[in-house]
Nanobody, 125 residues
Framework: VQLQASGGGLVQPGGSLRLSCAASGLTFSNYAMGWFRRTPGKEREFVAA????????YYVDSVKGRFTISKDNAKNTAYLQMNSLKPEDTAVYYC???????????????????WGQGTLVTVSS
C-alpha cells in the first residue's frame, strides 16, 4: 500500500492550496481517509477525516469553514482543499487511510492503518 501526498507549497496568508493523496495497492472505496499535520516541536494534529463513501466528514475546530476534505473513489485520490490560509496552518501535512466496514465511519484519532510521506505547506508573506 502506498499513499502519495502532494500539492504543498508556499502561499500567502488568505490564499488557497489543494492537497492530494493518491492511493495504490488497496481497494480505495473501502477506506476512510484522514489528514493530519505536524509543526516542529508539536505533536501530530488531526485536521480532517472523511468516510469511505465521502458522505461524512469531520474537522478540527481551527479549520472548520476553511478546509474541505473529499475523496474520489474512481481516481483513488483524497483531497484537502484549504482556503483562507493562515500562518498557523504552516505544517507538514500527512494523509492516512483506515479500512472501514461502515459507510459513514470515520476516525479522528491517529489510529490509521497506512500513512503517506507528508507534504509541506508554508503560509507566509
Amino acid at each position: 500500500v502506498q499513499l502519495q501526498a502532494s500539492g504543498g507549497g508556499l502561499v500567502q496568508p488568505g490564499g488557497s492550496l489543494r492537497l492530494s493523496c493518491a492511493a495504490s495497492g488497496l481497494t480505495f472505496s473501502n477506506y476512510a481517509m484522514g489528514w493530519f499535520r505536524r509543526t516542529p516541536g508539536k505533536e501530530r494534529e488531526f485536521v480532517a477525516a472523511v468516510s469511505r463513501t465521502g458522505g461524512n466528514s469531520y474537522y478540527v475546530d481551527s479549520v472548520k469553514g476553511r478546509f474541505t476534505i473529499s475523496k474520489d473513489n474512481a481516481k483513488n485520490t483524497a483531497y484537502l482543499q484549504m482556503n483562507s490560509l493562515k500562518p498557523e496552518d504552516t505544517a507538514v501535512y500527512y494523509c492516512a487511510a483506515e479500512i472501514s466496514y461502515y459507510a459513514d465511519y470515520l476516525i479522528t484519532t491517529d489510529r490509521y492503518d497506512y500513512w503517506g510521506q507528508g507534504t509541506l505547506v508554508t503560509v507566509s508573506s
